[in-house]
T-cell receptor, first 111, second 112 residues
C-alpha cells in the first residue's frame, strides 16, 4: 500500500515563503501531486511531479526527490487567500491512475 | 462551464435508508472516482472507474456500490446507510495524471 506524511499545521505571515513537506512510502512510485482545498470547498489541482526537480507555476513550486521519497510545495509571496489545506497525493504503478491522499496541512496566513 | 456536477449538495438521511449520490462530468474523461472526506482528514477512495463499463474497489468500498453505464455519469449508492457513513463525498474525474483530478463541489451527507 501507500502512506504519506505531512505536517498537520503551518502558520506564516503575509508576504513570506512557506514550504510544506511530504514524505511517502509506496511500492512502485509513479508521481506526486498537490491539491489546495479551501474550507468547505472542493480540492483543486496545483501540480504534478513525476521526475526529480522543481516545477514552478507562478507563486507555487513543487519539488520531488524520488531517491528520498520526499517532496514539497513551496508557496512564495504569501497572500491571505492562500490560507487553506494542502494535500499531497501519490500514484504508484500498482495503483495506476488512482491517487492516495495525505491527511493534509492546514496553512494559516496571518497579516 | 466544463466540470463535474454533484447532487444533492447536502442531505440528512435516516439510518437504514438507501441513497444515490449523483455525479456527472462533461469533460469526456475516461477515469472517474468517488472519495469520502471525514472531518480534518484526507480523501479516501471508495470506488473508481477507469472507463465506461468498468468499476473497481478503492480503499473503503464496504457499504457502497457504483455503476458506469456511460462516460459522463458515475452514481454512488449507499444500500443501507449507517452513521459511520456521515462524511463529505467528492466525485472526481481525470484526463491524465499530469492534469490532476477535477473534483465536484461535494455532497455533505449526515446519517442519523
Amino acid at each position: 500500500g501507500q502512506s504519506l506524511e505531512q505536517p498537520s499545521e503551518v502558520t506564516a505571515v503575509e508576504g513570506a515563503i512557506v514550504q510544506i513537506n511530504c514524505t511517502y512510502q509506496t511500492s512502485g512510485f509513479y508521481g506526486l501531486s498537490w491539491y489546495q482545498q479551501h474550507d468547505g470547498g472542493a480540492p483543486t489541482f496545483l501540480s504534478y511531479n513525476a521526475l526529480d526537480g522543481l516545477e514552478e507555476t507562478g507563486r507555487f513550486s513543487s519539488f520531488l526527490s524520488r531517491s528520498d521519497s520526499y517532496g514539497y510545495l513551496l508557496l512564495q509571496e504569501l497572500q491571505m487567500k492562500d490560507s487553506a489545506s494542502y494535500f499531497c497525493a501519490v500514484e504508484d504503478r500498482t495503483n495506476a491512475g488512482k491517487s492516495t491522499f495525505g491527511d493534509g496541512t492546514t496553512l494559516t496566513v496571518k497579516p | 462551464i466544463a466540470g463535474i456536477t454533484q447532487a444533492p449538495t447536502s442531505q440528512i438521511l435516516a439510518a437504514g435508508r438507501r441513497m444515490t449520490l449523483r455525479c456527472t462530468q462533461d469533460m469526456r474523461h475516461n477515469a472517474m472516482y468517488w472519495y469520502r472526506q471525514d472531518l480534518g482528514l484526507g480523501l479516501r477512495l471508495i470506488h473508481y472507474s477507469n472507463t465506461a463499463g468498468t468499476t473497481g474497489k478503492g480503499e473503503v468500498p464496504d457499504g457502497y456500490s457504483v455503476s458506469r453505464a456511460n462516460t459522463d455519469d458515475f452514481p454512488l449508492t449507499l444500500a443501507s446507510a449507517v452513521p459511520s457513513q456521515t462524511s463529505v463525498y467528492f466525485c472526481a474525474s481525470s484526463g491524465g495524471l499530469w492534469n490532476g483530478y477535477t473534483f465536484g463541489s461535494g455532497t455533505r451527507l449526515t446519517v442519523v
